[in-house]
């Protein structure tokens, strides 16, 4: 490349032969267009380097006026670059299509003598054009005359042909006949027909018609036996039917006969379906990929049956259809009267044909996914489905009379309907079975001599899991019938009662419902269910309580979200669930704390009615039914604590496990009333005890409890200390008797304050119990506080 100048040359001289050689290349490529119209487009600006009205002086001008030296200097060096840049490129331009330039002249040079030739050409041509045109105008002239006369002799000569083709009609018929080129045969006869019809009056035309009548007959013999031949196939079937329609044979018997010779095909396929049916019922499992004894058939499973009756039942069917609608319903060339009447009568007897074998067909694929109603995989089932559905929507197509379809979707969603089923009783015998776990659970802590819902927490857990993934196994099976690539799963009749009412309600919420009924059966005390260990019912209450706090939220949510459930108005709402959850819970607890509540009482009232209160001894020690009282209650204590929080308590006294009876000094009082007590008093003491209880609080005992531990503790303590209040007052005290029930309340006091919510509720009661024994003691001289602490602190 030639090195550049270091001083630029004069503006305008450098501007006009950059633009002459921009100019060259433009015109050698073809861009003068688009130059012109980017020019139009340009701006008119002088200064505009890129221009086409750009002024190299007024340019300098500006630039002289607007600029700095610095800023001047730095312009030509980046003008000084460009232009390098520039000549570089058209140098490169220049070097690299140097060869297409000298093609180009090539070609032109030879399409110069390509055109001179073509030229001579065309003149030869039109001189050869007038020779022909004056050549015909002579021949048109001489023949003029006798145009005439040959016209005439032309057609005699047609019609001597034809009257040659109708004497040897005959002949050439039994020709066709004996080669069984019948279809040859029946367009000689259809062509002359309409002319022995015509002439049939002329005795010639009349014995003709008569050969060719007789010969006829024995065709249509011919082509009833090929067509009654169980070896012909579709094609010859169709050419028979064909031909004898040409030869004028009545259509509706032609109807009957080509739908009975296609029901011995179509039945044999049926009985291939059945003859699969029999052996499954008989007990043969299918085994994949088994291809059976030679001839002897092997069990099909779903899919593999659904395939044969597809490909085999449902192709013959569609074969059968055309074919009968091409033949006699969709015929051509038949007149408008006639082809209205056999479209009637051809339409009506093909849908009773389709509709009886068809039913059928329904049948036996009914009965056969009804086989896989146990089944633990839905893969081949839903996959067997598609493909019943996909085939069947070709014969609807084929004849929209027979609705397959709608009766192919109604299987569809029977069949999905009853999975849903299945799938809601498996649910139904996992949660039974996960009761008999934790039951066995618990019975195998007690026989290992551990304290009975130690593990309680984790039985929680275990089951709770289990449940909610067996749930999600569940769904995450039945969503195989809603994949996107499953035909009858994108439609609105099967989607939307498939995923809401079967799915969501029939499924999920019944499943749901259920399980909270048979939590509540626990608490009606009836069947196997009235012998439940009360940490089992405990554990059912904190497993509905989470299931109303966090799982059935979840449950729906999911549910919902896969299914794509849109449609709220008709599905149970999530509060109702939530609500009965809360309300098992409620009643699940309720009971635990009537259970275990009772359980305690009961060892209170033997203990209360099982001794000798006039004849027993000075008290010693606490008796030994009320350290087994605090026992029990601590080992519920513990076991509540594991599934509920501990609750709010009220503020305890700092004197709350030290107070002796009688209590405070308004009791003192009220003792040394009692012990001063005879028989000739004037006060009725039943009035002062009566007095005393209108100052006390009144005690709920069998309220509903709250889900906390302190509550719960609270209701059972409530229920035992009731109970042995009711057996005091049922018996009579001496002296003795009278100051172990003191030590037994105080025992009592000692421990059990620090398990309910309110300590002076276990006050209130053991002041109740201990002012019933007072009021029934024949000597009511109470023991002394001091001696009653020594003795609960030695027990």
């Known amino acids: 490349m030639a090195a550049a100048p270091e001083s630029p040359p004069p503006p305008g001289e450098d501007d006009g032969r950059r633009r002459k050689r921009h100019g060259m290349l433009k015109l050698y490529y073809g861009l003068q267009a688009e130059s012109g119209a980017k020019g139009a487009a340009a701006t008119t600006d002088p200064c505009d380097i890129n221009g086409a009205h750009f002024k190299p002086e007024v340019y300098l001008q500006r630039l002289m006026q607007e600029k700095s030296l610095n800023e001047l200097m730095d312009k030509e060096r980046d003008m000084v670059r460009q232009i ?81 083709f109708l004497f040897e009609l005959p002949a050439r018929l039994k020709k066709c006949i004996e080669m069984q080129a019948y279809g040859q045969a029946v ?32 065709l249509c013999v011919k082509l009833r036996e090929q067509f009654k031949n169980k070896e012909s196939d579709a094609h010859q079937l169709a050419e028979c039917v064909d031909l ?44 994949p990929g088994d291809p059976g004894d030679g001839d002897k058939p092997h069990p099909m499973d779903v899919l593999e049956f659904t395939d044969t009756g597809c490909n085999v039942f449902l192709s013959d069917m569609c074969l059968v259809i055309a074919s009968y609608k091409d033949l006699f319903i969709n015929r051509p060339g038949t007149g408008v009267q006639e082809q209205a009447y056999l479209e009637k009568v051809a339409n009506q007897k093909l849908e009773v044909f389709v509709n009886s074998l068809m039913g059928q067909y329904f049948s036996y694929v009914e009965q056969r996914v009804q086989l896989e109603k146990e089944s633990s995989d839905n893969t081949l089932l839903v996959r067997a489905l598609d493909r019943f559905h996909r085939r069947l929507q070709a014969v609807e197509k084929l004849l929209p009379e027979t609705e397959s379809t709608s009766s192919a979707t109604d299987i569809v969603a029977k069949m999905a ?39 309680l927490g984790d039985l929680l857990q275990t089951t709770a899991t289990s449940i909610l993934d067996q749930l999600k196994t569940v769904l995450s099976d039945l969503r195989a019938f809603i994949e996107s690539d499953i035909t009858f799963a994108m439609q609105p009749y099967f989607r939307e009662p498939f995923c809401v009412q079967d799915v969501r309600e029939g499924l999920v919420v019944g499943f749901l419902k259920h399980m909270f009924t048979t939590c509540s059966e626990f608490c009606e005390g009836s069947g196997d269910k009235s012998s439940a260990p009360p940490p089992l019912i405990l554990l059912l209450s904190r497993l509905c309580l989470d299931y109303d706090m966090t799982t059935i939220s979840y449950l729906i949510s999911l549910t919902d ?72 209650v601590t080992a519920i204590d513990s ?157």
């Not at 090539?106 to 022909?132: G, P, Q, V, Y």
């Not at 009965?580 to 033997?606: C, E, F, N, P, W």
Request: aromatic fraction near 8%; charged fraction near 25%.
């Open 84 to 164: 390098r840049s520039l000549d570089s490129d058209m140098q490169t331009l220049v070097y690299e299509n140097y060869n297409k330039f000298i093609s180009a002249t090539d070609t032109i040079r030879k399409m110069k003598n390509d055109f001179k030739k073509m030229e001579d050409e065309m003149d030869r041509l039109a001189t050869n054009m007038e020779s022909i045109t004056e050549f015909s105008a002579r021949i048109s002239g001489t023949l003029q005359d006798r145009r005439q006369q040959i016209t005439k002799l032309s057609g005699v000569h047609m019609l001597l042909k034809k009257l040659q």
């Open 187 to 218: 367009r000689y006869y259809t062509k002359a027909r309409t002319v022995l019809d015509q002439y049939q009056h002329m005795p010639s035309f009349h014995g003709i018609r008569e050969d060719c009548s007789v010969i006829v007959a024995e």
């Open 244 to 287: 004898l329609l040409q030869l004028k044979e009545p259509a509706d018997e032609l109807c009957d006969e080509f739908l009975q010779h296609a029901r011995h095909k179509v039945d044999e396929d049926l009985r291939m379906l059945r003859l699969q049916l029999q052996m499954l019922e008989e007990g043969q499992v299918p085994s």
């Open 417 to 455: 309907h009853d999975r849903v089923i299945h799938y809601s009783e498996a649910l139904r015998r996992h949660f039974a079975d996960c009761l008999t776990d934790v039951r066995q659970s618990l019975a195998a802590s007690r026989s290992l001599s551990k304290q009975e819902g130690s593990n």
């Open 561 to 632: 979200e896969q299914f794509l459930v849109e449609d709220k108005s008709a599905v149970t709402p999530l509060s109702e669930l939530c609500n009965l959850a809360k309300d098992t819970a409620q009643k699940l607890l309720d009971h635990y704390v009537k259970v275990q509540g009772l359980t305690i009482s009961q060892m209170l009232r033997k203990s209360v009615e099982t001794r000798d209160w006039l004849n027993t001894i000075e008290p010693r020690n606490v008796r030994a039914v009320m350290k087994r009282v605090v026992e029990d």
């Open 639 to 795: 076991q509540v604590g594991l599934l509920y929080e501990e609750g709010l308590r009220k503020a305890h006294s700092s004197d709350s496990s030290k107070r002796t009876f009688p209590y405070s000094s308004s009791r003192q009082n009220q003792r040394s009333q009692w012990s001063s007590y005879a028989p000739s008093s004037n006060m009725d003491t039943s009035l002062m005890s009566n007095i005393q209880k209108l100052f006390s609080e009144r005690i709920e005992i069998f309220s509903a409890v709250d889900f906390s531990k302190v509550s719960v503790l609270t209701g059972i303590i409530k229920i035992s200390l009731k109970t042995f209040l009711e057996c005091v007052r049922l018996r009579t005290f001496a002296r003795f008797g009278l100051q172990q029930i003191q030590v037994d309340c105080h025992y009592l006091q000692m421990y059990l304050w620090r398990f309910v919510s309110d300590e002076n509720l276990v006050h209130t009661l053991l002041d109740e119990i201990v002012g019933s024994a007072i009021h029934r003691c024949l000597d009511p001289v109470t023991m002394e506080p001091s001696v009653i602490e020594v003795i609960c602190d030695r027990g």
